[in-house]
């Protein structure tokens, strides 16, 4: 191996990941300088320099994601009854021709268009549930819609040109996180974007991306992945085989921690997200609760609506189900309120892993994705079994014991899902389980016989669903956050 810097940081940065930390750093400053523009010229701005970025980088793929806009714009005018249900079918319905674009003799698209098409998927969503919660509320003539724009609902029907400034707002593009049109539109209207929190957040938020960065180079470096798929990995013990996964996911964490923050701070810098304290925020919807300045004393504002990771708790909560709500936040918030209420069972295993489906689907067409995601299903109902049948029963000491070993078992969980997660190929992602032995599988399978054996804790479908909400109500308010 070379000890040269350059080819260092050559062979951990492929092209395509510089130019994605060129448009993240430039996005810091110039968010500063859009706290300068009124309004109307805020909007203009941002969807020019946008619009920008997206046909530099896209080129003629730009023409998938304006198809994707123009054709939730006609669901929305046509039919907002049928809008949630109509513009995720066509969103979906369009993501797989964008990925089987080449089965047509069209070119295949570019990553940053595969970036751009991921986050305005969500976007047009969200947009119609926004402008069907609009048309409700309006058609019930509620007495305090007016008074409540930011939770009660939009105060107008967006127009095309509302619709195409959101698409391609310039602020996290390409990275996320994703945010709702009324937190954009709240945005625009902020009354004095240059007395809102700046500098500050922003350097708190920025200030392990450094750490982040090293970490990521070094350990890539020493343990690529393409490693897993040669003959010679398959030669060493299963200690090393073992220890590969931890790696890899470690430099996978660095990598999107790094990206994050960084995005949260282009966020931040622009002032997008900012709300109250009070507001009761949660990353991805915004506001939970109705909030009015006080003039009498000096407010307090955070940027959680557009926080996308939270990077220790990510690491060190215990449960698997809580890891998934700590990573990709934003996007969790959009598949808990548009994709889990909707899903076609009631048990909450079957309801989780009907949401992990979509959200592989969402992610791609790569086997691994599946494979990894629809183990998340397994996991959790070993963890339920185990702490029903095992921790219930346990006092305080031995449910700390049991909880440190639960935790290191989570963590595995995720190593071991994110091999299919990179891997990609169903081939290379169950060559590496079986290399291993299916090592999680079978604990996961293993827990659950256990579980049932012991019969402890054993609830019916509704009790344990109670349970269930009433821990992540408990979980929400020591994370700061509102349940829902």
């Known amino acids: 191996m070379s000890d040269d810097g350059q080819t260092l940081w050559n062979v951990t940065m492929s092209p395509d990941e510089l130019v994605y930390l060129g448009v993240l750093a430039a996005s810091i400053p110039v968010g500063f300088l859009f706290r300068y523009l009124s309004s109307s010229v805020k909007q203009v701005a941002s969807l020019f320099l946008g619009l920008s970025i997206t046909i530099v980088l896209c080129h003629i793929h730009t023409l998938h994601s304006l198809v994707t806009v123009i054709g939730t714009w006609i669901i929305i005018k046509s039919s907002w009854r049928h809008a949630p249900a109509l513009s ?5 319905l369009y993501l797989l021709f964008f990925r089987l674009v080449t089965w047509f003799d069209l070119p295949e698209p570019t990553p940053f268009a595969n970036a751009v098409q991921l986050l305005l998927t969500l976007k047009m969503v969200s947009l119609a549930n926004e402008v069907h919660s609009f048309h409700v509320e309006k058609k019930r003539d509620v007495s305090t819609f007016a008074q409540s724009p930011v939770i009660g609902g939009l105060s107008q029907e967006p127009s095309l040109y509302d619709i195409l400034s959101y698409s391609y707002c310039y602020v996290g593009i390409m990275t996320g996180p994703f945010f709702r049109f009324q937190t954009y539109m ?54 090393f085989r073992l220890f590969y996964m931890v790696a890899v996911f470690f430099v996978f964490r660095m990598r999107f921690y790094s990206a994050w923050c960084g995005a949260e701070a282009g966020c931040i810098s622009a002032g997008l997200g900012c709300y109250p304290e009070k507001a009761l925020s949660k990353p991805g919807g915004g506001p939970t609760v109705n909030y009015s300045p006080d003039p009498s004393t000096e407010e307090k504002y955070d940027f959680k609506t557009i926080q996308n990771i939270d990077c220790y708790n990510s690491d060190f909560c215990v449960k698997v189900r809580h890891g998934m709500r700590y990573w990709n936040m934003t996007v969790q918030w959009w598949l808990h309120h548009y994709i889990y209420p909707n899903a076609p069972f009631k048990s909450y295993a079957l309801r989780a892993g009907w949401t992990m489906f979509i959200s592989a689907y969402w992610h791609g067409l790569h086997a691994g994705y599946y494979l990894s995601f629809l183990t998340i299903p397994l996991c959790i109902a070993a963890e339920s079994a185990m702490e029903s049948a095992v921790r219930s029963k346990l006092g305080p000491t031995g449910q700390n014991v049991f909880d440190w070993i639960h935790w290191f078992l989570k963590m595995r969980a995720y190593d071991y899902m994110c091999m299919g997660f990179v891997l990609l190929k169903a081939t290379d992602t169950v060559n590496y389980w079986m290399s291993i032995y299916f090592t999680m599988h079978v604990i996961a399978v293993g827990c659950i016989i256990v579980g049932k054996v012991l019969k402890g804790g054993r609830r019916d479908g509704e009790r344990e669903e109670k349970e269930r909400i009433n821990e992540e109500k408990t979980e929400n308010m020591k994370t700061g956050l509102k349940s829902e």
Do not use: H
């Open 88 to 92: 995720l079918t066509w969103t979906f």
């Open 186 to 239: 709240d945005w625009l209207k902020q009354p004095n974007p240059l007395a809102l929190p700046s500098w500050e957040p922003c350097l708190q938020r920025l200030k392990m991306v450094p750490v982040f960065g090293v970490l990521f180079v070094t350990v890539n470096y020493y343990f690529p992945l393409s490693y897993v798929r040669t003959d010679e990995f398959l030669d060493q013990n299963i200690f």
